[in-house]
């Protein structure tokens, strides 16, 4: 690992755009996205992938390691990912720094408080809260009746889903799902995120009229509170690669991308920028072609698809996935078909990388492998984890290749579209739905934000497990019904997000989370358990 202020140097980021934290992380000052306005970018490479297994098929993992094997073979990559957030490190599936030889470092201090970015977004979407429940109790001059914002924390504490103050009935979410969060992640510079926050809805008063902060006021403040947030963070791959880890929203609820900057910088500053979208190509790359991309102002040139054979033969119907099974293995592929078809109607260009694990059976190995051959399918075997760049180089080679072709993209629906087509476009197209049924008081939310104007993107929140809203149904289904039951409007992210049946903004902790396996020595340094 070279010292953080080295790395700055030979990215060409001066000394005095570069804000160090410690010797391995730095904060990069927005004046440098200024100061190479007009440099040509880079190719915008999206790692996506198929419906995972709870503990995930190493996405992050292949994008380090993409990265890694394009500074092997001589490009000039950076690669922009999420923060993590404490819910999953403490939960079900831990870090989200990679593994193996393809990580970022340093490891800990990404996963948990980094440089504090996470718990500017808590502060200011709880000193929102408190101003409105202080206006409330010194007079309520704006009449609030409804009020829409909630608390939050970054942990994940199901009893913190409803609670009920002096002032009023309230409640937590999750602080990635926070729409501050998405707003960090989608603002350009301070005066944008200014806009944005006080374009935030928090409520309606007794004429049923909405109420927006800029309306009760402290945007400023909050702004204060994130105004460090806003840069982008440096820190490295193992061997050395620049990785921006900026914000964090969930995709399952929110967006699921890291920040516009962050992924702006890394275009400027690289020749490829490699970044991903969140879970599967259902949520995070649909959300990151109809939310991002429009704001980014960049299109993308190539997919990587990521799967692995444990979650092929998870959606295969196998219960133990991790063990020899060739059967269930080809019974999961017309899900992959699902979405390579997706991203074929699109019109983007593609690669299926296969994260190899070190007990992957060779007979399906091979199959999979001429599965794809006999398809048409570019496909590379992926050894990030084991090797570094050096096991990622045929991806990296096919990724060069195909970012080159001229691709002409479809979008799923159109801006004009009323939102409730738009979600039925999502839903039929991208999901293989036959039907959207909406309740009663979706679609009255629907009527309302129509008459208001609201005609905005659609942020779908669902279930990551499944291309269906039911996280029960593996593979690809016959066709479904997918059960819309509330739209709530994250008016300064600029998104409308529909909810499905079941889906929670606050996650509760599995049965045996992860907190409870970690260790920690007098050194400090932390291992699991079962290790």
């Known amino acids: 690992m070279i010292k953080i202020a080295s790395l700055c140097e030979q990215m060409g980021v ?39 297994t709870p503990a995930g098929e190493g996405k992050t993992t292949i994008s380090i390691g993409l990265s890694q094997g394009l500074k092997h073979i001589g490009k000039h990559p950076v690669l922009a990912l999420r923060e993590p957030s404490l819910g ?160 964090g929203p969930f995709a399952n609820i929110a967006h699921g991308c890291n920040s516009i900057v962050a992924t702006k910088l890394a275009l400027k500053l690289g020749d490829y920028a490699v970044t991903e979208a969140g879970f599967g190509a259902d949520l995070g790359m649909e959300k990151f072609l109809d939310i991002k991309v429009p704001q980014l102002g960049k299109s993308v040139d190539a997919v990587v698809i990521v799967t692995t054979l444990r979650a092929l033969k998870s959606h295969g119907g196998a219960e133990q996935f991790s063990l020899p099974n060739l059967e269930a293995m080809k019974q999961g592929l017309p899900l992959l078909n699902k979405h390579l078809s997706n991203i074929r109607t699109i019109g983007l260009p593609y690669v ?105 993107p659609v942020c779908m929140a669902k279930t990551p497990l499944s291309i269906t809203g039911d ?8 066709p479904f019904t997918l059960n819309i039951s509330e739209i709530r409007p994250s008016l300064g992210a600029g998104f409308l997000v529909a909810l499905t049946k079941g889906i929670m903004v606050m996650p509760g902790l599995n049965k045996t989370p992860r907190a409870m396996s970690v260790m920690i020595d007098a050194e400090g340094r932390v291992s699991d358990k079962e290790e």
């Open 352 to 456: 299926i990388a296969v994260n190899y694990y070190f007990n992957d059976v060779k007979e399906e190995v091979d199959y999979m492998l001429s599965w794809a051959k006999e398809n048409g399918h570019p496909i590379a075997l992926c050894e990030g984890f084991a090797k570094g760049g050096e096991g990622m180089v045929d991806l990296a080679n096919i990724v060069v290749k195909i970012a080159e072709q001229k691709s002409v993209i479809h979008p799923i629906y159109n801006k004009e579209d009323l939102p409730k087509l738009k979600i039925e476009k999502i839903a039929t197209k991208i999901y293989g739905a036959k039907e959207v049924v909406f309740t009663k008081k979706a679609l009255q939310q629907l009527e309302t934000y129509e008459k208001l104007g609201w005609n905005l």
């Open 88 to 247: 999953p490190v403490f939960g079900l599936k831990g870090g989200a720094t990679g593994g193996g030889k393809s990580s970022v470092v340093p490891s800990d201090d990404i996963n948990l408080h980094f440089t504090g970015d996470l718990h500017a977004i808590t502060a200011a979407n709880n000193l929102l809260a408190a101003l409105i429940d202080n206006h409330m109790f010194q007079g309520n001059e704006l009449n609030l009746e409804t009020v829409t914002w909630k608390r939050c924390m970054d942990m994940n504490d199901r009893n913190l889903r409803e609670i009920e103050t002096p002032q009023r009935k309230d409640g937590f979410v999750i602080t990635a799902a926070s729409e501050i969060m998405a707003i960090l992640a989608l603002s350009k510079d301070l005066m944008d995120l200014k806009d944005r926050i006080n374009r935030i809805l928090i409520g309606y008063n007794k004429e049923q009229q909405p109420v927006f902060v800029k309306d009760l006021g402290g945007a400023d403040a909050l702004v204060w509170l994130l105004k460090d947030a806003m840069n982008p963070n440096l820190v490295q791959t193992l061997d050395g690669v620049p990785t921006f880890v900026h914000a």
């Open 471 to 478: 996280p029960a149904i593996h593979g690809l289904p016959e």
């Open 14 to 52: 001066a000394p005095e755009e570069c804000i160090p934290y410690g010797f391995d992380k730095a904060k990069i000052d927005l004046k440098v996205l200024k100061r190479l306005e007009h440099q040509p970018d880079g190719k915008l490479i999206l790692v996506t992938a198929i419906n995972p």
